[in-house]
């Protein structure tokens, strides 16, 4: 089959500069001129489309299920993070424009309208939202942030090409997740008791098909090493050119089957919609001409393929804080969710390392907590449930984080500091069944919560593993 090619360029004579289409000049010669190398920017566009198409989805959701009210104005007060009390949710109609504009900002990513001031601005108003009530933390909320982070920092499309590190530190982004993931699985509960997937999928057995099958041991199990697998090793796939497609349709498949059994939000699409960020550059354009070439459209001449074109000279160098900026993100990736190794106990018992670690669908607790108020200039003893100062909702996830309990009783503290003019002291009888086990005694009984700081490590009011 004849195939039209790029004719090669002859060296230049003499020593003459080379010319902006010769191989000397195409080919780059360090790590800035690597990273700018220019490659299609269909892969770029598609996930920026994606992404700003899950932002609008995300916050149209938050307005039609009152959202907005239920979360961020009904509560009297919010399980804040340590250090970040003054984060308040703003009066009513100016919280409803905060939303409005978050979707604002994902239109504007999406159809790349000043894509990198868009992007830095929604990455602080969207965690600004995630910062208001800890109860709300969820794992593709921060993913969310940091991929809006990445959008701001790197090189945007110009031309049909977009620099070759916009689409690694996409990439890059995505990957951490995938592997972090896989290596919080990497624990006797997961591998060797296959817990709390046993527990959730033996609740499920009503489901058509498959029902039946659901609490049998060996599924439970089964499943649990596939998860890890999966997550170790997708992203190798990915990036493997013979594998990459069937990676990515294994990956739908994953996802879907996790949506459908699990109720987890928009996370598997979130990662369906992203990952193919990891296909070739030209992704969208191949695909579209596969359609087209399908339904009868363009076709080649006399079996020849398209001529190649020569390839394209290097942008210019990725500016020095571009990956300055890069580096650090990815230290902070890499730091996050391997700091609990630096703390004292287990971080599926205490929390201590949990939030922004990936540690995805790995504890399942049922818990009894009552705190208890105690007045030291009278003496008296009162007993009070989280939902003495918090909603329903804010109480169910205050009760199962060792964190929350102690934010609990400094709400109550506060409480009660307010209506009887002095201090009290705070301490809780909580009781915790986790990933299967019978019920033990999770936080220190003796220690009183209102005088600990909000920064105190757990192995200051939580109790050794049982």
């Known amino acids: 089959m004849p195939t039209a090619t790029a004719e090669p360029h002859d060296p230049p004579a003499g020593g003459a500069t080379p010319g902006p289409g010769s191989p000397e ?52 007060v919010h399980l804040t993070y340590p250090g970040l009390g003054w984060v308040r949710p703003l009066p009513g109609p100016a919280m409803y424009a905060v939303v409005l504009g978050v979707a604002g900002l994902g239109v504007a990513i999406a159809v790349g309208w000043r894509t990198r001031v868009a992007a830095a601005v929604f ?10 009530d800890a109860a709300l933390y969820l794992n593709h909320y921060w993913f969310i942030s940091l991929a809006a982070v990445v959008l701001a920092v790197v090189p945007t499309a110009s031309d049909g090409t977009v620099a070759r590190v916009s689409v690694l530190a996409l990439r890059g982004q995505l990957a951490v997740v995938y592997v972090f993931a896989g290596v919080a699985k990497l624990n006797d509960d997961w591998l060797l008791r296959g817990e709390p997937l046993s ?5 499920r057995t009503d489901r058509p098909l498959i ?56 996370f598997p699409w979130v990662m369906i919609l992203l990952t193919p960020i990891f296909l070739p550059p030209s992704w969208p354009h191949d ?39 890069l580096v650090a993100l990815a230290a902070v990736n ?25 540690r995805v669908m790995l504890t399942e607790r049922a818990s009894h907590v009552r705190f208890n108020v105690i ?10 449930d989280a939902e003495a100062v918090l909603t329903e909702w804010q109480a169910a996830s205050a009760v199962v984080r060792a964190d929350l309990i102690l934010a609990t009783g400094h709400l109550i503290a506060a409480d009660y500091r307010d209506r009887l003019g002095r201090d009290v ?24 919560l209102a005088a600990l700081s909000r920064f105190a490590p757990a192995s200051a009011y939580v109790l050794d593993r049982p």
Do not use: K
């Open 123 to 132: 990455a602080i108003v969207f965690t600004y939202t995630e910062l208001i």
């Open 375 to 384: 007045d030291t200039v009278s003496g008296t003893t009162e007993r009070v």
């Open 25 to 76: 000049a195409t080919t780059p010669t360090s790590w800035p001129e690597r990273l700018s190398r220019p490659v299609p920017s269909a892969s770029y566009v598609a996930f920026r489309w994606a992404f700003g198409a899950l932002v609008v989805i995300g916050q149209a959701r938050f307005l039609a299920r009152g959202w907005v009210e239920e979360f961020y104005l009904a509560p009297d």
């Open 287 to 325: 695909l579209a001409r596969r359609v087209r070439l399908a339904l009868g459209g363009e076709q080649t001449q006399s079996g020849a393929t398209i001529a190649v074109r020569p390839e394209r000279a290097p942008r210019r160098p990725a500016r020095r804080a571009t990956i300055g900026v």
């Open 334 to 358: 890499i730091a996050l969710p391997l700091r609990h190794y630096a703390a004292d106990g287990n971080v599926r018992w205490n929390d201590d390392g949990y939030l922004l670690s990936w």
């Open 425 to 448: 002291e705070v301490r809780v009888d909580a009781f915790v069944a986790w990933n299967g086990r019978l019920a033990a005694r999770w936080i220190d009984p003796t220690v009183d």
């Open 199 to 203: 527990t959730w999928l033996a609740a």
């Open 211 to 266: 029902g039946p099958l659901l609490d049998e041991p060996f599924v439970g199990l089964g499943l649990s090493w596939a998860g890890a697998l999966f997550d170790l090793t997708i992203v190798g796939w990915l990036l493997w050119q013979r594998s990459r497609l069937i990676a990515y349709v294994a990956l739908v498949v994953f996802h879907i089957a996790t949506a459908t059994l699990f109720q987890i939000g928009m």
